[in-house]
């Protein structure tokens, strides 16, 4: 088990560039999670899959924002025509729901600057 | 809706010194609490829990206690060391909703020699 990791860990890209970003979870775990972490703030909910089946998508989530995760494995968000204020730590987490714990393993996250 | 307000920082220690970081919140139903560390260029990793009142969650000499009551979940350290210096993100799951995570805005901790 090599736990959660992201791809990339850092991404620099202009204003109106397209980006996307990999996350590969523990591989028996079934949930997957997106948060977006800002300077000095804590993470803040975007998404999550259950399989391969998007179940919740956050108001922060706007329509430049994409996320699949099309095998139920690995997933990829995309942000469209990044803007300055997309500037952030996108995280990736994973956990099972087979047992009682809620816990969620968190990868290196990647951090994402416009300009 | 469900929120964590933690006691800002940073809060500046000397080595050996006591630690307590504040958390409380709001959760609609009855949350499970977490004390979340992240240290520098680093992810998450989860440092401690508490699934129902009165339960204490404790690791790597960090405690803190489910407050139903007082809506509490405070972190503490007796004896805290420079390796403990990180940010500190108190969260909380509610059933439902997908489990997802409500952090707080993170606590830095710098501990000096």
């Known amino acids: 088990d090599t736990g959660v990791s992201q791809d990339p860990r850092h991404k620099i890209t202009k204003r109106g560039q397209n980006v996307t970003f990999r996350c590969d979870p523990i591989?028996?775990?079934?949930?997957l999670y997106w948060y977006r972490q800002t300077l000095g703030q804590g993470p803040e909910f975007l998404t999550y899959?259950?399989?391969?089946?998007?179940?919740?998508k956050s108001r922060l989530l706007s329509d430049r924002f994409s996320a699949e995760r099309p095998k139920g494995s690995f997933s990829t968000l995309e942000i469209q025509r990044t803007e300055q204020g997309d500037s952030a730590m996108y995280l990736c987490?994973?956990?099972?729901?087979?047992?009682?714990?809620?816990?969620?393993?968190f990868g290196p996250g990647t951090r994402l600057t416009v300009t | 809706g469900n929120s964590v307000t933690q006691m800002e920082g940073p809060v500046t220690l000397s080595e050996e010194a006591f630690l307590t970081i504040n958390c409380t919140y709001t959760?609609?139903?009855?949350?499970?609490l977490f004390w979340y560390v992240q240290y520098p260029g680093e992810g998450l990793q989860l440092l401690l829990k508490?699934?129902?009142?009165?339960d204490k969650g404790s690791n790597k000499g960090f405690e803190a206690t489910y407050r139903k009551e007082t809506t509490s979940f405070h972190l503490e350290k007796g004896s805290v060391q420079v390796s403990d210096s990180a940010v500190y993100f108190c969260a909380l799951i509610t059933a439902g909703g997908g489990n997802k995570l409500t952090f707080g805005t993170g606590t830095q901790l710098k501990v000096e020699l």
């Open positions: 987490a994973s956990r099972s729901t087979g047992g009682a714990s809620y816990e969620q393993y």
């Open positions: 508490a699934t129902k009142a009165d």
């Open positions: 899959f259950q399989n391969e089946a998007q179940l919740e």
């Open positions: 591989s028996e775990h079934n949930r």
């Open positions: 959760a609609t139903g009855y949350p499970s």
